[in-house]
């Protein structure tokens, strides 16, 4: 069953929405032992509970590159991958999402930032809005794309923005390549922009 | 002298007899003004008035300073706007941002999404130089002004600018201030810029201050039109999250 990105950080979030909501109706005034209690890890929700999701994404045909040099990059990820655990633990009004790692494939114009995805990612959830960071693995036959992430989620997972700074591997290596992946929740596609250069990622960011 | 009268009734023969052979066609007038002309207009003249030195000394010495002055330019970092080199799309004349998504109504408390639109102005040019292949922009400044669905995140920003594009493409980066009346977002922003489509796509990091105090305000922009960025982010309370 291919699962889309959607419906996997939907199911991210929803956890913490639902966790945030019942945050909110509670009492605001916590007993002196509930603000000491310790934060209680909670197991992630399972596989069973993922909405089916809609048809696999067909890309729009873009101009390749060269696949050299600096380049301008765009394309899609579509999520064909998996979605293994992670835990949520709630600490006041925020749900926090750990240890979660998400895989899919980047369709791309340009070959060298085409291929497999990981993403180690950790999320902060509010009532409407949640802080995400990570790492991330793009990988293909030629060489890798490795480095942090950061950004936004919102809509309880359906929609999200976040950028990652990856330093070439293997056959990329001496070239960075900067990615910004964006999802409205109104769409179906994640889309991907970023550019490919030579040079090391910016010391301030 | 009587003497003296073959000798001058010779001398007055040769006179005439070499009169008489003489080439008499010579217009005196006429061959001075030719001189005077070739004076005036030689190569010690310069378009029609007389110089003191010959013109191509003059020549040569124009063409040396003008070496001089652009070998002084060549290398030292140069401060304006070089069109095949935009940092960012940025408007010069810019518009009023686009309005703010009407479907993400906020009440402008507690932790939000948000959304809506932003014009960059170039206000100060950055100094550009080579370093090899890399053209190195520094310290430019964007002003932008934001129109957000949040009023906490409308308003106007400074954004201290650098880049190295390669040759037209690359990262960019730098310090971020947003401002109004309530408060400030302070922090950095880095992306990728890029020419050809005199666009860019960027991420941010703001800590808030004054009514802000405590909150967190993350955001992506990505340039629809020249000098127009389409902004998406949250407002969340807390520090900013550290990339692991």
Do not use: E, R
């Given at each position: 069953m291919r699962i889309s990105t959607r419906a996997t950080l939907g199911l991210a979030l929803a956890g913490a929405l639902v966790v945030a909501c019942s945050g909110a109706a509670a009492p605001r005034a916590p007993a002196a032992n509930q603000a000491a209690a310790p934060a209680v890890a909670t197991p992630a929700p399972t596989p069973k509970e993922i909405t089916p999701p809609p048809a696999t994404p067909t890309p729009t045909p873009m101009p390749t590159t060269d696949g050299q040099g600096a380049e301008v990059v765009r394309g899609v990820e579509v999520f064909n991958g998996t979605l293994d655990g992670y835990t949520i633990t709630k600490v006041g009004d925020v749900a926090q999402y750990r240890g979660g790692v998400l895989s899919f494939t980047d369709r791309m114009n340009d070959p060298r930032v085409d291929g497999t995805v990981t993403f180690s990612w950790s999320v902060d959830a509010y009532v409407s809005a949640a802080s995400e960071w990570g790492s991330m693995k793009v990988e293909n036959k030629n060489g890798s794309w490795v480095g942090p992430c950061a950004g936004a989620a919102w809509a309880v997972g359906d929609g999200f923005a976040w950028s990652c700074w990856l330093t070439g591997k293997g056959?990329?290596?001496?070239y960075t390549y900067y990615k910004q992946s964006l999802k409205e929740e109104s769409e179906q596609f994640v889309t991907i922009i970023g550019a490919v250069y030579p040079g090391e990622p910016p010391k301030e960011r | 002298m009587p003497e003296l009268d073959p000798f001058d009734a010779r001398l007055e023969a040769a006179v005439h007899g070499f009169a008489d052979r003489a080439q008499t066609s010579v217009d005196a007038a006429a061959t001075a003004e030719r001189a005077m002309r070739h004076r005036h207009r030689g190569r010690l003249a310069w378009l029609g008035v007389a110089v003191p030195v010959p013109v191509s000394i003059l020549v040569v010495l124009t063409l040396l300073v003008l070496a001089l002055v652009a070998s002084l330019g060549i290398g030292a970092p140069r401060r304006g706007q070089d069109a095949a080199l935009p940092i960012v799309a940025v408007s010069p004349g810019a518009a009023s941002p686009p309005a703010a998504r009407p479907d993400l109504a906020s009440d402008g408390k507690g932790d939000e999404v948000v959304g809506g639109g932003a014009t960059l102005t170039l206000t100060t040019p950055y100094t550009y130089s080579r370093a090899g292949a890399t053209t190195q922009l520094r310290d430019g400044v964007i002003t932008v002004t934001t129109r957000m669905s949040d009023p906490r995140v409308s308003g106007t920003g400074t954004w201290r600018v650098n880049a190295d594009l390669h040759p037209t493409t690359g990262p960019g980066w730098g310090t971020y201030r947003l401002e109004n009346a309530a408060g400030a977002w302070d922090g950095t922003c880095s992306g990728a810029a890029w020419d050809a489509e005199r666009g860019g796509a960027w991420s941010c990091r703001l800590t808030g201050s004054?009514?802000?105090?405590?909150y967190s305000y993350l955001f992506s922009a990505t340039t629809s039109d020249p000098g127009i960025d389409d902004v998406r982010g949250v407002i969340v309370p807390g520090p900013l999250p550290s990339p692991e």
């Open positions: 056959a990329y290596d001496g | 004054g009514a802000y105090d405590g």
